[in-house]
């Protein structure tokens, strides 16, 4: 399929796939277009085999959230935001966080109302420098969606994510990840290749296991303690009869790097 709104590569060699929203005049802003084109994007990613994913934006910013503009303002005939949500951002949410695979954000530059959430919803953010996070839904009169609310919390809290939601104050990079919002800030001139040495490092991990790290640890913040020792039990009963873990078995025993390959 050919892609206009973003970019897809999917590097053989590496096993590693890089989406980039691509609507840089519009700072990757997301249209219905761009949710169909991203959604075809990430089927094919399933589809070719890649053992991680970087997610990222082209220009100066990596997402500001919805195009105002692909909305219908016509007095009797507004565009319903909540069939909005529910046709395109929250199938996007709940995709990326479902995908057996560990994804990455690279922030390169402003991520604001729904694109802040979108980095969220990934499994590692790395963010540049100058990159900054804005809950931006308040300046136009809305509660911050695509997750928002759910991960804020969970990240940094209840005071600092009423905080950021109540004021759409900018989140500068350095602070979110002294917060325990993101992994981790690099210079600027340092994400690209920071991104792909640590998306390539993650394909060479069991994938497998990487994908029962992600349900375990996000059932969590919903389970009870039993709930959650009953969901470790199964993920380790279901992953311990997998070549992964016999292959990590042997390569401890005989000392030597494990060749992980996803089953």
Not at 31 to 57: C, D, N, Q
Not at 98 to 126: E, K, R, S
């Amino acid at each position: 399929m050919s892609y206009e709104a973003i970019r897809l590569d999917i590097d053989t060699s590496s096993r590693v796939a890089t989406i980039t929203l691509n609507r840089p005049d519009k700072l990757n802003s997301f249209t219905r277009a761009m949710h169909e084109e991203l959604a075809a994007a990430l089927g094919e990613v399933e589809k070719s085999g890649a053992r991680a994913l970087i997610l990222t934006g082209s220009g100066r910013g990596f997402c500001a959230g919805q195009d105002l503009a692909d909305l219908d303002f016509t007095p009797g005939a507004m565009t319903d935001l909540g069939d909005l949500i529910d046709a395109h951002f929250n199938p996007l949410i709940r995709r990326l966080q479902a995908l057996p695979l560990p994804v990455i954000a690279a922030v390169n530059g402003t991520a604001a109302g729904a694109g802040a959430n979108l980095a969220l919803a990934c499994d590692i953010v790395l963010a540049a420098r100058s990159a900054s996070f804005i809950q931006a839904f308040v300046k136009i009169g809305l509660v911050p969606d695509s997750g928002g609310t759910w991960f804020l919390p969970q990240c940094v809290g209840m005071a600092r994510a009423l905080g950021l939601a109540i004021t759409g104050d900018k989140l500068s990079a350095e602070k979110a990840e002294s917060w325990g919002l993101i992994w981790q800030a690099v210079d600027d001139q340092e994400l690209a290749a920071a991104a792909a040495t640590l998306a390539a490092q993650l394909a060479q991990q069991p994938t497998r296991a990487i994908a029962g790290i992600k349900r375990a640890m996000r059932a969590g913040a919903t389970q009870t303690l039993d709930q959650q020792l009953d969901l470790e039990r199964d993920l380790q009963r279901e992953l311990g009869a997998s070549h992964d873990y016999a292959e990590g078995v042997r390569a401890f025993v005989e000392k030597r790097a494990p060749r992980f390959e996803g089953r």
